[in-house]
């Protein structure tokens, strides 16, 4: 008899991962050109592009319950405007 492998759509929801994480995203606002690759880039998709009163184009904010601090948003950066920092919990 053949077991169902496969995850039921969004109950990723349910797992918050970001306990154990080590590192997190920084990102400098200033410097980022608001392209979304970060936000695509992803895998928890965690990264989210949102309008902020202080800029003109939408910047990246993270949901840390989610983020695992894999640095793939600061890897991909084309301005590097994210540093990877120490998680202090």
């Not at 200033?30 to 979304?36: A, I």
């Not at 989210?48 to 793939?72: S, V």
Request: overall charge positive; some cysteine; glycine content about 6%.
């Amino acid at each position: 008899m053949r077991q169902n492998i496969y995850v039921k759509p969004l109950t990723s929801v349910n797992n918050q991962t970001g306990d154990w994480r080590v590192f997190k995203p920084k990102f400098i606002h200033d410097k980022c050109v608001s392209c979304g690759l970060c936000s695509f880039i992803c895998p928890e998709g965690c990264i989210a592009m949102k309008n902020l009163k202080q800029y003109k184009t939408p910047k990246p904010i993270t949901d840390y319950k989610y983020c695992k601090g894999c640095g793939l948003c600061a890897e991909e950066c084309v301005v590097k405007a994210i540093i990877m920092e120490l998680d202090k919990k």
